[in-house]
């Protein structure tokens, strides 16, 4: 098992393991609400899959109110041992931002933060956190597949990298298959693309067998807009399909 969240989780144990030397909560800020739960539930599979049967996620706090974020917020900010005991606490953006204004003297609590998907997030929220860490010495990882020119020039030191080659090589990812389908690409061939979608999943043959409809896959598309057009159009095909947009 390997990747971001992994290598993520990997630290906060390394963090907590000696109790006695743990001190200051660790943060780790996700870009959406919905990874906050995501992010959480690795930690437990981390876990088990790891064999660290001494890791403690009996102090991992997920702030995760869907319908009103200032609830969890408020809660958070009221708890007195949030300056009595140290934890892990996963939590979006939107909620961080809403939080440190809240309580801002959180902020001298915290030890340690983990911006998971750094290019996502806004320059002055990566500015504030580049300088809590030097003036106050809590360590911040930031942590993309592609992190993005403010998010270099804030957090320039590179501790690890993972390349696309290493993840070939290693295995970690399949190897890309390029296929034009004999067109050139344009805008107006792309459009004829989605279109024709729905028929390339149906009809058309998977290297490693069956139809490419009875296969999961991703499709990236040039915007959010286009995201949209296609969901529609795999919808009225019966194709279940799903969009994702970034930030």
Same mark, same amino acid.
């Given at each position: 098992?390997?990747?971001?969240?992994?290598?993520?989780?990997?630290?906060?144990?390394?963090?907590?393991?000696?109790?006695?030397?743990?001190?200051?909560?660790?943060?780790?800020?996700?870009?959406?609400?919905?990874?906050?739960?995501?992010?959480?539930?690795?930690?437990?599979?981390?876990?088990?899959?790891?064999?660290?049967?001494?890791?403690?996620?009996?102090?991992?706090?997920?702030?995760?109110?869907?319908?009103?974020?200032?609830?969890?917020?408020? !809660? /958070? =900010?009221?708890?007195?041992?949030? %300056? +009595? $005991?140290?934890?892990?606490?996963?939590?979006?953006?939107?909620?961080?931002?809403?939080?440190?204004?809240?309580?801002?003297?959180?902020?001298?609590?915290?030890?340690?933060?983990?911006?998971?998907?750094?290019?996502?997030?806004?320059?002055? !929220? /990566? =500015?504030?956190?580049?300088?809590? %860490? +030097? $003036?106050?010495?809590?360590?911040?990882?930031?942590?993309?597949?592609?992190?993005?020119?403010?998010?270099?020039?804030?957090?320039?030191?590179?501790?690890?990298?993972?390349?696309?080659?290493?993840?070939?090589?290693?295995?970690?990812?399949?190897?890309?298959?390029?296929?034009?389908?004999?067109?050139?690409?344009?805008?107006?061939?792309?459009?004829?693309?989605?279109?024709?979608?729905?028929?390339?999943?149906?009809?058309?043959?998977?290297?490693?067998?069956?139809?490419?409809?009875?296969?999961?896959?991703?499709?990236?598309?040039?915007?959010?807009?286009?995201?949209?057009?296609?969901?529609?159009?795999?919808?009225?095909?019966?194709?279940?399909?799903?969009?994702?947009?970034?930030?």
């Amino acid at each position: 098992r390997t990747g971001k969240t992994w290598e993520m989780w990997e630290t906060i144990a390394l963090k907590t393991a000696d109790k006695a030397r743990w001190c200051g909560h660790i943060f780790v800020i996700v870009p959406r609400q919905v990874l906050v739960t995501q992010f959480y539930n690795d930690g437990f599979e981390y876990k088990t899959f790891s064999g660290r049967d001494d890791f403690d996620l009996s102090h991992a706090i997920k702030v995760s109110s869907e319908n009103d974020i200032n609830i969890n917020n408020k !809660l /958070l =900010a009221m708890n007195s041992r949030m %300056s +009595e $005991e140290p934890a892990i606490i996963i939590i979006c953006r939107n909620s961080f931002e809403q939080l440190i204004k809240l309580s801002p003297k959180i902020m001298s609590q915290i030890a340690q933060i983990y911006i998971d998907e750094v290019h996502t997030m806004p320059e002055p !929220l /990566l =500015a504030k956190l580049a300088k809590h %860490s +030097e $003036e106050n010495g809590a360590s911040v990882f930031a942590v993309s597949a592609t992190p993005g020119i403010h998010a270099r020039r804030l957090f320039p030191e590179n501790i690890y990298t993972f390349t696309l080659q290493q993840s070939i090589a290693k295995g970690v990812i399949a190897d890309c298959q390029l296929n034009s389908l004999g067109v050139n690409f344009s805008k107006e061939n792309v459009d004829k693309f989605m279109r024709y979608l729905p028929t390339f999943l149906n009809e058309r043959y998977h290297p490693e067998g069956g139809h490419y409809k009875d296969k999961k896959m991703i499709v990236f598309v040039t915007s959010t807009q286009k995201a949209n057009e296609l969901q529609t159009i795999l919808r009225e095909a019966n194709l279940a399909s799903m969009v994702m947009h970034s930030g």
